[in-house]
């Protein structure tokens, strides 16, 4: 058995002296796991890295077993490396969900694609924050989680959306809230236009697609976390909107 694929490196852990089990999102064959043998020598150790977009040769006796992979650079990630912390942690955090929550062997076509975009988007002005969140979004549903946001739950009407809620995943309007509102999750403009939001409204989106990422691990862990990468982004994020809310002009 063998086939041949393009995809981005997830993940690895090391094997033996010189070896390595190397996670992969491909672009046909889904998420896959193959033994790399030569993980460590100084072409692989650049080759090996988060977001790394690959050309993927994997041999195996049967389609699934572990399997061998031969790994081919075709785009390193260098570009978000000089972008700095905030992109660091985004990529990180791309890659260990990707890894955590996607099963072996399903093709997930328009998540790749869109991963790929977004990762070419990341750079150091902060303008692909919006396009992580709907890709964190869009993530959702490619596992089973995906957020109702066409209506509110409990008017059925599309005007002042602002809640969305914990149990169903529903959007929910300011006058279908009522009391309850606080005990909703935000649901910023931003999400449901796609246009860029304020580091407020994408702080409040993280929050929210975090609490349903949290339902995408297995449910033996009673207290499900979200990988560490991913909870520092968020919390870099929050603690920069409140460095920009306390410098803005206060109105007189």
């Not at 790394?52 to 006796?61: D, E, F, G, K, V």
């Not at 572990?66 to 260098?78: D, H, K, V």
Request: glycine share 8%.
């Amino acid at each position: 058995m063998d086939w041949q694929d393009t995809g981005f490196f997830l993940s690895s852990r090391p094997y033996g002296e010189n070896a390595a089990i190397v996670h992969v999102m491909t672009e046909n064959h889904g998420k896959r796991a193959g033994m790399v043998w030569n993980a460590r020598s100084r072409r692989m150790y650049s080759t090996l890295n988060p977001g790394n977009h690959l050309r993927i040769s994997w041999r195996s006796r049967l389609y699934e077993l572990l399997g061998t992979f031969t790994i081919e650079l075709l785009e390193a990630r260098t570009h978000i490396s000089y972008a700095g912390p905030l992109a660091l942690n985004a990529l990180s955090a791309i890659c260990d969900l990707l890894d955590s929550l996607l099963p072996q062997f399903d093709p997930h076509h328009e998540l790749y694609r869109r991963t790929a975009k977004v990762l070419n988007r990341i750079n150091a002005d902060n303008e692909w924050l919006i396009d992580y969140l709907l890709w964190e979004v869009f993530l959702l549903q490619e596992i089973g989680l995906g957020l109702d946001l066409g209506q509110c739950a409990v008017t059925n009407h599309q005007e002042d959306l602002i809640y969305i809620s914990p149990k169903s995943g529903s959007a929910v309007s300011r006058a279908g809230a009522g009391q309850w509102g606080p005990k909703l999750l935000p649901l910023p403009n931003c999400m449901l236009t796609g246009k860029k939001g304020s580091l407020v409204e994408i702080a409040q989106g993280l929050q929210t697609t975090g609490f349903f990422l949290k339902r995408g691990y297995h449910p033996y862990d009673n207290q499900p976390k979200l990988p560490a990468s991913r909870i520092r982004l968020e919390n870099m994020i929050k603690k920069r909107s409140l460095l920009t809310a306390n410098h803005q002009p206060h109105q007189h």
